[in-house]
């Protein structure tokens, strides 16, 4: 079984779903609500255990009844825990639309641990910027081993970290924030020349854009909810090059897993799993 170690943010959502997003002051209505569990690495991390990965989750969680919640939550979705307790649990608010579109307001927590735990072993390594020292340590092991090590490229991106990755892939948002440039094929190009490994960026439904020239498409799916989607298919990705894919078949693994996603409302329980794929 391909270990995963997935380094980052763990947080709980609080999901409404609207019939339109908010777009002034004013109170607004929902038709549901959901307390699910969420954030960048979190939902990776799950959806790699999901499609078959034995998965280890580094993640901060505050000492509180939000992040006991958490905690057992992630366990129970088959991750390994390797949490750092202290300070208060991240929390977003999430509202998605009927077309699966969706706005985040996002809490990071208050005086979290800095110090990592022990890392175990692992065939690949996916993080998140969101715990800094944890990213580090993790991308500096998986280069001393030869290790593919796969950054998620959101806003807020720092280029050292970067540049210590073997994979950057960026959203759309996250590589026009790090290059300062709004058309994506020159914010590709200057990404690709200031970091030494492969760079890319996902396009939603348009799949992933390779600095190569590599363009893997899409599946064609009707979205009824995309939230999780991106952070599934960075798990998907980095899982399939710890077990020996290439890239493309790892773009075109992830491509799917992600897809399915946005054909499913709801969180960690609609993510596909190894059935899926058979």
């Given at each position: 079984?391909?270990?995963?170690?997935?380094c980052?943010?763990?947080?709980?959502?609080?999901v409404q779903?609207v019939?339109a997003?908010?777009?002034g002051e004013?109170?607004?209505?929902?038709?549901s609500?959901?307390?699910?569990?969420g954030?960048?690495a979190?939902?990776?991390?799950v959806?790699a255990?999901?499609l078959g990965?034995?998965?280890?989750?580094?993640?901060?969680?505050?000492?509180?009844a939000?992040g006991?919640?958490?905690?057992a939550?992630?366990?129970g979705?088959?991750?390994?825990?390797?949490f750092?307790?202290?300070g208060r649990?991240p929390?977003?608010s999430?509202m998605?639309?009927?077309a699966?579109?969706r706005?985040i307001?996002?809490?990071?927590?208050?005086?979290?641990?800095?110090?990592?735990p022990?890392?175990p072993?692992?065939?690949?390594v996916?993080?998140?910027c969101?715990?800094p020292?944890a990213t580090e340590?993790a991308f500096r092991?998986a280069r001393?081993?030869?290790?593919?090590?796969?950054?998620?490229?959101?806003?807020?991106t720092?280029?050292?970290?970067?540049a210590l990755?073997t994979?950057?892939?960026?959203?759309?948002?996250?590589l026009?924030?790090?290059?300062?440039l709004?058309?994506?094929?020159?914010a590709l190009?200057?990404a690709?020349?200031r970091?030494?490994?492969?760079v890319?960026f996902?396009?939603?439904?348009?799949?992933v854009?390779w600095?190569?020239?590599?363009?893997?498409p899409?599946p064609?799916v009707t979205a009824?909810?995309t939230?999780?989607?991106g952070?599934?298919w960075?798990?998907?990705?980095?899982?399939?090059?710890g077990?020996?894919d290439?890239?493309?078949t790892a773009?075109?693994h992830?491509n799917r897993a992600?897809a399915?996603?946005?054909?499913r409302?709801g969180g960690?329980?609609?993510y596909p799993?190894?059935?899926?794929?058979?």
């Amino acid at each position: 079984m391909t270990r995963l170690l997935v380094c980052g943010i763990a947080v709980m959502d609080y999901v409404q779903r609207v019939d339109a997003l908010p777009t002034g002051e004013g109170k607004h209505r929902s038709r549901s609500f959901e307390r699910i569990g969420g954030g960048c690495a979190a939902n990776a991390a799950v959806g790699a255990a999901r499609l078959g990965g034995q998965v280890t989750l580094v993640t901060r969680l505050g000492a509180d009844a939000t992040g006991d919640e958490l905690a057992a939550m992630l366990e129970g979705a088959g991750v390994a825990p390797a949490f750092a307790r202290g300070g208060r649990t991240p929390l977003s608010s999430v509202m998605v639309d009927p077309a699966g579109e969706r706005m985040i307001v996002n809490f990071p927590g208050d005086a979290l641990p800095d110090a990592p735990p022990d890392l175990p072993a692992f065939d690949a390594v996916l993080a998140d910027c969101r715990w800094p020292e944890a990213t580090e340590a993790a991308f500096r092991t998986a280069r001393a081993a030869g290790r593919p090590a796969v950054l998620d490229g959101e806003k807020y991106t720092p280029e050292a970290l970067a540049a210590l990755a073997t994979h950057v892939v960026f959203s759309a948002p996250g590589l026009r924030d790090f290059t300062g440039l709004d058309a994506l094929p020159a914010a590709l190009a200057r990404a690709a020349e200031r970091l030494p490994g492969e760079v890319a960026f996902t396009d939603g439904a348009e799949g992933v854009v390779w600095a190569d020239g590599l363009h893997v498409p899409a599946p064609r799916v009707t979205a009824v909810d995309t939230l999780g989607a991106g952070d599934l298919w960075h798990g998907a990705f980095a899982l399939a090059l710890g077990r020996g894919d290439d890239r493309e078949t790892a773009s075109r693994h992830a491509n799917r897993a992600a897809a399915l996603k946005c054909t499913r409302p709801g969180g960690w329980d609609a993510y596909p799993t190894e059935k899926d794929f058979r």
